[in-house]
């Protein structure tokens, strides 16, 4: 059907060209010219053609990929973080373990997550990162269990600590 396509714009092409033919223009020349512009159509769906192909091979390859990521949970980074700190033995004060101890035993895709969990902690001086400078070595160090997103949650400003009194009459009469 494609073949019948550029045939058809073919004949087009040539009713068209022979109403426009230049009286000096040669058969061999207008031939010559039909020629050169079905193998430029030509190579032009082809082009899209294979471009079509990439496109459709990229979806069969990334479909099955995306299907597994909806699949997994939501990333909660607060839940990991607790994870993290459930690791820590309870019994000493400042106990410092792997990271490989938190990753052990877990889906690829589950470390990237935990790192990121652990570059939170860190950041919220939940724990402190360390390493010898070894590849796979970092440790982690506990520091506290205090986690400054429950304290955040927690926390009402000043400001919006009085306006459950203050109504909206006593607001207005003081700008007047």
Same mark, same amino acid.
């Given at each position: 059907?494609?073949?019948? #396509? +550029? ?5 087009? @092409?040539?009713?068209?060209? !022979? ?9 061999? @020349? +207008?031939?010559? =010219? ?10 032009? /769906?082809?082009?899209?053609? @294979?471009?079509? =192909?990439?496109? *459709?091979? /990229? ?6 990929? &995306? ?8 990333? @909660? ?5 607790? !994870?993290? &700190? ?6 000493? #004060? ?6 490989? *101890?938190?990753?052990?035993?877990? =889906?690829? #895709? ?5 790192? &990121? ?7 919220? &001086? ?5 390493? *010898? ?9 506990? +520091?506290? #269990?205090?986690?400054?997103? *429950?304290?955040?949650?927690?926390? !009402? ?12 009459? !006593? ?6």
């Amino acid at each position: 059907d494609v073949a019948s #396509e +550029l045939a058809a714009e073919t004949e087009e @092409d040539v009713a068209n060209s !022979q109403t426009s033919v230049a009286p000096t223009q040669s058969y061999e @020349d +207008l031939v010559a =010219r039909m020629v050169a512009e079905f193998v430029q159509k030509s190579q032009a /769906w082809m082009a899209s053609s @294979d471009m079509a =192909r990439k496109v *459709q091979s /990229w979806h069969t390859m990334i479909a099955p990929r &995306l299907q597994a990521v909806e699949k997994r949970k939501a990333f @909660d980074i607060h839940e990991y973080g607790s !994870q993290i &700190l459930d690791t820590f033995p309870s019994e000493e #004060e400042h106990p410092t373990i792997r990271f490989s *101890q938190v990753a052990q035993s877990k =889906r690829k #895709e589950e470390v990237s997550r935990y790192f &990121l969990a652990t570059l939170m902690l860190a950041n919220g &001086l939940n724990v402190e990162i360390g390493s *010898q400078g070894n590849i796979n070595d970092m440790t982690l160090k506990f +520091l506290s #269990e205090r986690r400054h997103h *429950q304290d955040l949650h927690e926390f !009402q400003a000043a400001s919006q600590a009085g306006s459950s009194q203050a109504g909206p009459s !006593q607001a207005g009469s003081s700008q007047q």
